[in-house]
C-alpha cells in the first residue's frame, strides 16, 4: 500500500501527527507497537494542552490546583492555586481520543504492528512490518514518534536523547489524602523526585526517576509508605533527559520523547511533543508542496522546534545538574524558606505548568542561591 506519511508510533506525538496530516489531506498510515495507554506517566495534564490543542476533556479524572512538596525531614510546603492548574487524565482514554482524533481525519491506523525493517531511498520509504504475519508498506516520508527506541532509531542513521529511568505502579486500595505529593531527598530518588497521585475511587499513581540505581530505590521508597509492591505491576521506561543530536533526515522527522521534546524539569513530554508534531507537520506541507523532502530541507523542522524549547530544556538540565549537588540538609532548608507568603505569591504570578524558566530565574534570586548557569 502506498502512502504519502507513514508515522511509526501511536502515542499523543504520533497520533496528533497522524491526525493533522490526515487533516491537510495527506494519506496517512500510523503504526503502533501495543494499544494506546499504559505508559509511565503521572497522568497530570495542564490547563493550556486542552487550550491550546483543542483537545477532548472526557478523560479528566480529576482537577489539580495543589501540590504538597515533601522534604527528606518530613517538613512540607503545599502551594494551593485559585482555580486548577492541571488535570489528573486517564491515559488510556486520553490517547485513545488522540488516535479517534487520527482516524476521524482519514488516518489508518494498525496497532500491536511492530516495524521490522525500514528503507529510505530516493524514490521513497519502504517499511516492513510484523502483525500477525509481515507486510510491506510504502510512502514518501515518515514520522517517527518512537520514543526512546535506541535500537530502532540506530537503523535509521539517528540517535536517541539521552535518558533517565522511571518508574511506577497503580494501587486501587489508596486511603491516604486527597493531594498530590512530590518526595525530595537522596535517600529516595537521588537528583530528581519521587510522586503520589490519587486519581480518585481509591486509586493513586506512585512513582520515581532517577537516574542512579532506579529499582533499589524504587522498592526503598514503597516501603517507606508501607505498600508491598509484590502483587503490582511495576512498569518502567526511559525518559528524555535533554534533545537529541539530529531530529531529521531524508525524508524522516523525529518528534515526541524520540527528538527529547520533554520537560527536563520533570519528564512530562505531552506538550513538548505535541508541540514538535505541530511544527513537523507544518514543515511535511511545505516540503511536499516544494517536492523537496530532502534532508537539507527538512532541517528546517529542528532549527523551529529548538528556538522555541531549547531555553526551556537547558535551564532544566542545569537546575538537575545543581539539584544533583543538594545535601538532604539543604534540601530541608529550601522546603523549610518555601513556606513563607513570598513563594506562594511568586508561584502564583508567574509559575506555568509547561513552561518552568522564568520561574526557576525568580526563584534562585528570591532564595539567594548563586549559580553560574543563569
Not at 513537523?280 to 516540503?287: G, S
Not at 523549610?336 to 518552568?356: C, E, P
Amino acid at each position: 500500500m502506498k502512502y504519502d506519511v507513514i508515522t511509526i508510533g501511536g502515542g499523543p506525538s504520533g497520533a496528533y501527527a497522524s491526525y493533522l496530516l490526515a487533516k491537510e489531506g495527506f494519506k496517512v498510515m500510523l503504526l503502533d507497537k501495543g494499544n494506546p495507554g499504559g505508559k509511565v506517566c503521572t497522568g497530570i495534564i495542564s490547563e493550556e494542552i486542552f487550550q491550546t490543542f483543542s483537545l477532548c476533556r472526557k478523560s479528566i479524572l480529576k482537577d489539580i490546583s495543589s501540590i504538597q512538596f515533601i522534604a527528606p525531614s518530613g517538613i512540607s510546603f503545599t502551594y494551593e492555586h485559585p482555580t486548577p492548574f492541571a488535570y489528573a487524565v486517564d491515559r488510556k482514554a486520553f490517547d485513545s481520543a488522540l488516535l479517534k482524533m487520527a482516524q476521524e481525519a482519514g488516518a489508518s491506523f494498525l496497532s500491536q504492528a511492530t516495524v521490522t525493517s525500514a528503507e529510505v531511498s530516493k524514490d521513497g520509504v519502504k517499511l516492513g512490518y510484523e502483525k500477525n504475519g509481515q507486510f510491506a508498506a510504502s510512502a514518501q516520508a515518515m514520522v517517527l514518534a518512537t520514543g526512546l527506541n535506541r535500537k530502532f532509531l540506530s537503523s535509521v542513521g539517528l540517535k536517541p536523547p539521552d535518558s533517565m529511568q522511571a518508574a511506577q505502579i497503580e494501587i486501587d486500595n489508596y486511603q491516604g489524602e486527597d493531594q498530590v505529593k512530590v518526595f525530595l531527598g537522596n535517600n529516595i530518588a537521588p537528583g530528581s523526585f519521587a510522586w503520589m497521585v490519587p486519581i480518585g475511587n481509591g486509586m493513586a499513581r506512585i512513582g520515581m526517576s532517577t537516574q542512579r540505581q532506579l529499582r533499589p530505590h524504587f522498592s526503598r521508597f514503597m516501603r517507606t509508605l508501607g505498600i508491598s509492591n509484590g502483587h503490582l505491576e511495576v512498569r518502567s521506561r526511559p525518559v528524555p533527559y535533554g534533545m537529541a543530536p539530529r531530529t531529521y533526515a531524508k525524508r524522516t522527522l523525529v518528534i515526541g520523547d524520540a527528538a527529547g521534546q520533554a520537560k527536563t524539569t520533570t519528564g512530562g513530554g505531552i506538550y513538548y511533543g505535541l508541540l514538535g508534531a505541530k511544527m513537523a507537520v507544518q514543515t511535511l506541507k511545505e516540503a511536499f508542496s516544494k517536492g523537496d523532502l530532502s534532508e537539507q530541507y527538512l532541517q528546517v523542522y529542528e532549527k523551529k522546534w529548538k528556538e522555541r524549547l531549547t531555553p526551556e530544556i537547558e535551564m532544566g538540565l542545569r537546575l538537575r545538574e545543581l539539584f544533583s549537588t543538594f545535601t538532604d540538609e539543604r534540601i530541608n532548608t529550601l522546603i523549610n524558606f518555601s513556606r513563607n507568603d513570598g513563594i506562594a505569591t511568586l508561584i502564583r504570578l508567574q509559575a506555568k505548568f509547561d513552561w518552568h524558566r522564568t520561574f526557576i530565574l525568580s526563584l534562585l534570586k528570591i532564595l539567594g542561591i548563586k549559580w553560574s548557569g543563569v
